[in-house]
């Protein structure tokens, strides 16, 4: 029946897409008239004219001009000579003489009739823009009981014409308002086929501006189509049912009526069933089954938690692949699941299809914008934007930071998270006075890191090392000084992939150190912290090459992605200041962490990462939020998905915003005793109210 209906509606607005029609003119029947100069003139032309002896009444009609023009009947005489040059294709002389009539006569009774040849003329031309900017200015003048249905209409149809449907329903409304008889219905027609061609947005413009309860009935049952036609099912839902009952006697109630049961058993799945769409093929497979694998742990206990819920997951595999996603939810959709979880790849086609078909889906996917793709996709993943005010925040509130600096790979992944940083310091007040990008294909980053600390270029000789002061704040106490075990850890891999002898007695030998050396450096280190977001392995390089460079004691800033082992045995021992912000840590102090991670150790035998955790979270807020609210209504299920403000997961406090993106606190990890430990933030004092 739906997709009927819409089919319907489409060849509705197709079919009515033509040309409105053009008014036919109102004629002046004449008058008797008085004895005057050029009486008998002025009264043979009326008849030729009403004979149809155009030239005959035009010789008549100038004779009485030129006898009596200051006299009554001129504004007649004038309208009726513009008619006869109309009827006798002489368009432009038409159009001179029934101006001049507007524009010498603008009291005379003519006047409306005048401005309307005026548009009719400008219409039959083509220029429908100038139909709608001299009607407008019309419309003005005219007084309200001198205006006539046509010339409301003849608006109209130039803005159809044009494709201004909303401007075209607005005047077509108006000429409707004052109509009666059999013009009425012509009117009522025209105005229903406007109205169809408008989209939902301009129906409620419109929406708020008609007074009658007819054409607002008209407007509501069009605006819940409108809805449905895009796919937006909850508004139509809403917008039909509020049809429904206000409008019970309209001849389109039983239609809307069918519309909303529709609709409703749309929506409806079986209880307890859940889906999942992964990629378990593909060039994603591995990171597919680590997150099924938390999915499952979530299952299981839910189970355990729930006896007697018949819990049911159905898993489809996305191959890695946008089509076979697709695929997957069309497949869940006929197995009437009431929610999806996943896919990581191919997110976004998969959260569009869930989307049109009404169904709440929580995609793992760092995708920009994939929330805002509907109502009824979620996002429960760690984002960049995420990670960067975690940092930020921290390091302005709680470390006391103000200057930063930023190093990044000139790529787009790069880019973004200089964007992205720089962004958030100017939110939280701080100042970015230096900004390098480099070659991430490098391994040698002398050049920008030179630069950042400006001894990239020679120092010119009227400055000294005193008029620059070295800036080296304390670390906070938060940050330890760790020793790693073992130079081995750190000479070896670095050295052999840059060159660079990176041995602690050989770095404190140069720059300052030695000021008989050719080579010493002064750097001007005007930062407290810079942020380098990259990979562990280049960053392993990065690092100790700002020791080399004698820019030490800062606090480094990185992305989740340094929470790696391959990062702490190149660059551990110059990492004494690093800070990170993660979704998860596994060695986390949190019970509820500990509880995760040892039974994800005892069912697959390993330590579970951010992907795992992520989607164990998410698998445990949907069924939660079911067994809350025991609802087989998807809409409902996605109404109670939005209300998730507290979730207290192992991957933190877990919320969603009304655009379907998690709110979430991340874990802040710095490196003590050469390995990440988790931070706790400062906590905020509480105000202390003493009794009387």
Same mark, same amino acid.
């Given at each position: 029946?739906?997709?009927?209906?819409?089919?319907?509606?489409?060849?509705?607005?197709?079919?009515?897409?033509?040309?409105?029609?053009?008014?036919?003119?109102?004629?002046?029947?004449?008058?008797?008239?008085?004895?005057?100069?050029?009486?008998?003139?002025?009264?043979?032309?009326?008849?030729?004219?009403?004979?149809?002896?155009?030239?005959?009444?035009?010789?008549?009609?100038?004779?009485?001009?030129?006898?009596?023009?200051?006299?009554?009947?001129?504004?007649?005489?004038?309208?009726?000579?513009?008619?006869?040059?109309?009827?006798?294709?002489?368009?432009?002389?038409?159009?001179?003489?029934?101006?001049?009539?507007?524009?010498?006569?603008?009291?005379?009774?003519?006047?409306?009739?005048?401005?309307?040849?005026?548009?009719?003329?400008?219409?039959?031309?083509?220029?429908?823009?100038?139909?709608?900017?001299?009607?407008?200015?019309?419309?003005?003048?005219?007084?309200?009981?001198?205006?006539?249905?046509?010339?409301?209409?003849?608006?109209?149809?130039?803005?159809?014409?044009?494709?201004?449907?909303?401007?075209?329903?607005?005047?077509?409304?108006?000429?409707?308002?004052?109509?009666?008889?059999?013009?009425?219905?012509?009117?009522?027609?025209?105005?229903?086929?406007?109205?169809?061609?408008?989209?939902?947005?301009?129906?409620?413009?419109?929406?708020?501006?008609?007074?009658?309860?007819?054409?607002?009935?008209?407007?509501?049952?069009?605006?819940?189509?409108?809805?449905?036609?895009?796919?937006?099912?909850?508004?139509?839902?809403?917008?039909?049912?509020?049809?429904?009952?206000?409008?019970?006697?309209?001849?389109?109630?039983?239609?809307?009526?069918?519309?909303?049961?529709?609709?409703?058993?749309?929506?409806?799945?079986?209880?307890?069933?859940?889906?999942?769409?992964?990629?378990?093929?593909?060039?994603?497979?591995?990171?597919?089954?680590?997150?099924?694998?938390?999915?499952?742990?979530?299952?299981?206990?839910?189970?355990?938690? =729930?006896? *007697?819920?018949?819990?049911?997951?159905?898993?489809? &595999?996305?191959?890695?692949?946008? %089509?076979?996603? +697709?695929? @997957? #939810?069309?497949?869940?959709?006929?197995?009437?699941?009431?929610?999806?979880?996943?896919?990581?790849?191919?997110?976004?086609?998969?959260?569009?299809?869930?989307?049109?078909?009404?169904?709440?889906?929580?995609?793992?996917?760092?995708?920009?914008?994939?929330?805002?793709?509907?109502?009824?996709?979620?996002?429960?993943?760690?984002?960049?934007?995420?990670?960067?005010?975690?940092?930020?925040?921290?390091?302005?509130?709680?470390?006391?930071?103000?200057?930063?600096?930023?190093?990044?790979?000139?790529? =787009?992944? *790069?880019?973004?998270?200089?964007?992205?940083?720089? &962004?958030?310091?100017?939110?939280? %007040?701080?100042? +970015?006075? @230096? #900004?390098?990008?480099?070659?991430?294909?490098?391994?040698?980053?002398?050049?920008?890191?030179?630069?950042?600390?400006?001894?990239?270029?020679?120092?010119?000789?009227?400055?000294?090392?005193?008029?620059?002061?070295?800036?080296?704040?304390?670390?906070?106490?938060?940050?330890?000084?760790?020793?790693?075990?073992?130079?081995?850890?750190?000479?070896?891999?670095?050295?052999?992939?840059?060159?660079?002898?990176?041995?602690?007695?050989?770095?404190?030998?140069?720059?300052?150190?030695?000021?008989?050396?050719?080579?010493?450096?002064?750097?001007?280190?005007?930062?407290?912290?810079?942020?380098?977001?990259?990979?562990?392995?280049?960053?392993?390089?990065?690092?100790?090459?700002?020791?080399?460079?004698?820019?030490?004691?800062?606090?480094?800033?990185?992305?989740?992605?340094?929470?790696?082992?391959?990062?702490?045995?190149?660059?551990?021992?110059?990492?004494?200041?690093?800070?990170?912000?993660?979704?998860?840590?596994?060695?986390?102090?949190?019970?509820?962490?500990?509880?995760?991670?040892?039974?994800?150790?005892?069912?697959?035998?390993?330590?579970?990462?951010?992907?795992?955790?992520?989607?164990?979270?998410?698998?445990?807020?949907?069924?939660?939020?079911?067994?809350?609210?025991?609802?087989?209504?998807?809409?409902?299920?996605?109404?109670?998905?939005?209300?998730?403000?507290?979730?207290?997961?192992?991957?933190?406090?877990?919320?969603?915003?009304?655009?379907?993106?998690?709110?979430?606190?991340?874990?802040?990890?710095?490196?003590?005793?050469?390995?990440?430990?988790?931070?706790?933030?400062?906590?905020?004092?509480?105000?202390?109210?003493?009794?009387?």
């Amino acid at each position: 029946m739906f997709w009927m209906v819409r089919t319907a509606l489409l060849i509705i607005i197709v079919a009515s897409a033509g040309c409105a029609p053009r008014p036919s003119t109102v004629s002046i029947p004449p008058g008797p008239l008085p004895q005057m100069p050029g009486y008998s003139d002025y009264q043979n032309a009326e008849q030729a004219f009403e004979n149809g002896l155009y030239a005959e009444a035009l010789d008549g009609y100038n004779t009485f001009l030129r006898e009596a023009y200051g006299d009554r009947f001129v504004d007649a005489a004038l309208f009726k000579i513009g008619k006869i040059y109309r009827l006798t294709g002489r368009n432009d002389d038409a159009m001179a003489v029934f101006s001049r009539l507007n524009r010498e006569f603008p009291q005379s009774t003519l006047t409306p009739d005048a401005m309307l040849e005026i548009l009719e003329l400008l219409f039959d031309s083509g220029d429908f823009e100038a139909v709608t900017s001299h009607g407008r200015v019309f419309s003005a003048r005219i007084d309200p009981d001198l205006r006539r249905l046509q010339f409301f209409t003849i608006i109209a149809s130039a803005y159809a014409a044009m494709g201004s449907h909303l401007d075209a329903a607005q005047y077509y409304y108006q000429g409707w308002r004052i109509a009666s008889g059999a013009e009425a219905q012509t009117a009522w027609s025209r105005l229903k086929d406007s109205v169809e061609k408008l989209g939902a947005d301009d129906i409620q413009q419109l929406i708020a501006q008609v007074t009658d309860r007819r054409v607002t009935g008209l407007l509501l049952y069009r605006l819940g189509m409108g809805f449905i036609l895009d796919e937006n099912y909850d508004e139509a839902l809403d917008v039909l049912n509020i049809f429904v009952k206000q409008f019970p006697e309209h001849p389109d109630f039983q239609d809307a009526a069918d519309m909303i049961q529709s609709l409703t058993e749309r929506a409806r799945f079986t209880p307890f069933t859940i889906g999942c769409v992964l990629p378990l093929s593909g060039s994603y497979a591995l990171f597919g089954q680590r997150a099924l694998n938390g999915i499952e742990l979530a299952m299981s206990q839910s189970l355990e938690m =729930n006896a *007697g819920i018949p819990w049911r997951l159905i898993v489809k &595999d996305s191959r890695s692949d946008a %089509g076979a996603s +697709v695929q @997957a #939810v069309e497949d869940l959709d006929q197995h009437k699941v009431g929610a999806i979880l996943g896919p990581m790849s191919a997110a976004e086609a998969a959260a569009a299809r869930a989307q049109a078909k009404g169904i709440p889906i929580l995609v793992f996917t760092q995708r920009e914008g994939i929330a805002d793709i509907g109502p009824y996709v979620f996002r429960n993943f760690i984002t960049p934007q995420m990670q960067v005010r975690a940092l930020v925040s921290f390091a302005v509130e709680d470390l006391g930071v103000k200057r930063f600096a930023i190093l990044y790979p000139d790529e =787009n992944y *790069g880019r973004r998270y200089m964007n992205l940083f720089w &962004d958030q310091v100017v939110a939280f %007040g701080g100042v +970015v006075n @230096a #900004v390098e990008p480099y070659d991430p294909e490098g391994t040698d980053f002398a050049n920008p890191i030179k630069k950042m600390a400006g001894i990239f270029y020679d120092v010119p000789k009227d400055l000294t090392a005193a008029s620059m002061p070295m800036i080296h704040p304390p670390l906070q106490t938060v940050i330890t000084n760790p020793k790693l075990s073992g130079r081995e850890l750190i000479d070896d891999p670095v050295e052999r992939i840059s060159g660079i002898p990176l041995d602690r007695d050989a770095i404190d030998e140069l720059g300052r150190r030695t000021p008989g050396r050719d080579d010493q450096w002064h750097p001007i280190v005007d930062f407290e912290a810079v942020f380098i977001p990259d990979a562990p392995k280049k960053a392993g390089l990065v690092i100790p090459q700002l020791a080399y460079y004698d820019i030490r004691d800062i606090y480094l800033l990185g992305t989740n992605l340094w929470n790696s082992r391959t990062l702490l045995e190149m660059s551990g021992e110059y990492m004494k200041g690093t800070l990170i912000a993660d979704g998860f840590f596994a060695e986390s102090q949190s019970e509820t962490v500990k509880a995760f991670t040892a039974a994800f150790q005892l069912t697959f035998g390993r330590v579970p990462g951010i992907i795992e955790a992520v989607a164990y979270d998410s698998a445990m807020m949907v069924f939660q939020t079911l067994r809350q609210t025991a609802t087989d209504s998807r809409r409902d299920l996605k109404q109670a998905l939005l209300q998730v403000k507290d979730f207290e997961g192992v991957t933190g406090r877990t919320g969603f915003a009304q655009n379907g993106e998690a709110i979430k606190d991340l874990q802040m990890l710095r490196i003590s005793n050469g390995r990440f430990v988790q931070v706790q933030r400062t906590p905020e004092p509480e105000t202390v109210i003493q009794s009387q």
